[in-house]
């Protein structure tokens, strides 16, 4: 496996001189399968432009081009690239896209496309060249042949969210981001008119099975992409915005027999500065023994 960054940044696209070096693209992310010999591209943020120009000179010649697109959600920053994205304006490209709905009335083109119309765009999503296939995708575990395996899992985020966990020959590659913490939803203050006991207990267990669910998912990865926007003190006023701080990014790495963690998602007002600062703070903690802990930076490659 090989993958490589094209976009770190998380909300919206922030490029200038300040995050010239970590890159200023939203979330999108290359794995390359070498045997069987596979492109599979996750997300579609502004970093899939620099991608599928990156295709078009190394790729394209090649023969035509062939690519599965897994979202992990769909807010905007997260499909907001795919307009730009030129294999899909090439009539020889074959794309699959995958991804989750939150409402079986609404399909997933729908959605995707919806942001190529007249009033946004001007190509509708039905004038592209590409043969382009949707799917909407829940949890679960699927064999994608060749001795290629992908788990999926709900993440915790306000709108339908997927981790990815891609295995091939013993190797295996995880995603988990956009996510927060699990926590109980309920009142926990037996002093507030509100609270009811077995409700708040009922919470709390589905709080703590989800985590451990998770835990279970990014288990000896050999590379883990995790949700690490805010610190933990940036947290505390981000409550339910659907992200995890990079205190926790790390714990979680190290219960679990993390082998590498790329920090991702990096908040669009995080300098890099301040990345690089942070990244000798966090990379030299005791919690980061025994792995290798970086912020992702867009054009970096990691062989697995």
């Known amino acids: 496996m090989k993958v490589r960054f094209w976009g770190v940044r998380g909300s919206?696209?922030?490029?200038?001189?300040?995050?010239a070096k970590y890159g200023g693209n939203t979330a999108c992310i290359e794995l390359?399968?070498?045997?069987?010999?596979?492109?599979?591209?996750i997300d579609a943020?502004?970093?899939i432009r620099e991608l599928g120009n990156f295709?078009?000179?190394?790729?394209?010649?090649?023969?035509?081009?062939?690519?599965?697109?897994?979202?992990?959600?769909?807010h905007w920053d997260h499909i907001m690239g795919l307009p730009f994205f030129t294999p899909i304006y090439l009539p020889s490209t074959t794309l699959q896209v995958f991804g989750p709905v939150n409402h079986e009335t609404e399909t997933l083109d729908t959605i995707v496309g919806g942001q190529m119309t007249y009033r946004y765009f001007p190509v509708r999503e039905a004038e592209l060249a590409a043969n382009i296939s949707?799917?909407?995708?829940?949890?679960?575990?699927?064999?994608?042949?060749?001795?290629?395996?992908?788990?999926?899992?709900?993440?915790?985020?306000?709108?339908?969210?997927?981790?990815?966990?891609?295995?091939?020959r013993g190797k295996v590659f995880c995603t988990a981001y956009d996510t927060e913490p699990y926590r109980n939803l309920f009142c926990t203050d037996p002093n507030d008119p509100a609270y009811d006991e077995l409700m708040a207990s009922e919470g709390q267990a589905v709080a703590e099975e989800q985590g451990a669910d998770l835990e279970r998912f990014v288990a000896g990865a050999d590379l883990l992409v995790y949700d690490?926007?805010?610190?933990?003190?940036?947290?505390?006023?981000?409550?339910?915005?659907?992200?995890?701080?990079?205190?926790e990014a790390i714990a979680v790495a190290g219960r679990n027999g993390v082998k590498r963690l790329a920090l991702f998602h990096h908040d669009p007002m995080r300098t890099d500065e301040q990345l690089d600062a942070m990244g000798k703070v966090y990379g030299q903690s005791p919690e980061a023994a025994g792995r290798e802990i970086f912020f992702a930076q867009e054009g970096m490659e990691i062989e697995i």
């Open 32 to 41: 390359r399968l070498n045997d069987p010999e596979r492109l599979i591209i």
């Open 228 to 247: 690490a926007q805010y610190t933990r003190q940036e947290f505390a006023a981000k409550l339910g915005w659907g992200h995890t701080a990079i205190e």
């Open 55 to 74: 295709m078009m000179v190394n790729d394209l010649p090649k023969g035509p081009i062939s690519a599965s697109i897994y979202l992990s959600h769909t």
């Open 134 to 168: 949707y799917a909407n995708l829940k949890a679960g575990h699927f064999d994608l042949g060749d001795g290629v395996s992908l788990t999926t899992k709900y993440l915790n985020h306000p709108i339908l969210c997927l981790g990815y966990r891609f295995e091939c």
């Open 45 to 47: 943020g502004s970093g």
């Open 12 to 19: 919206i696209p922030c490029p200038g001189r300040l995050t």
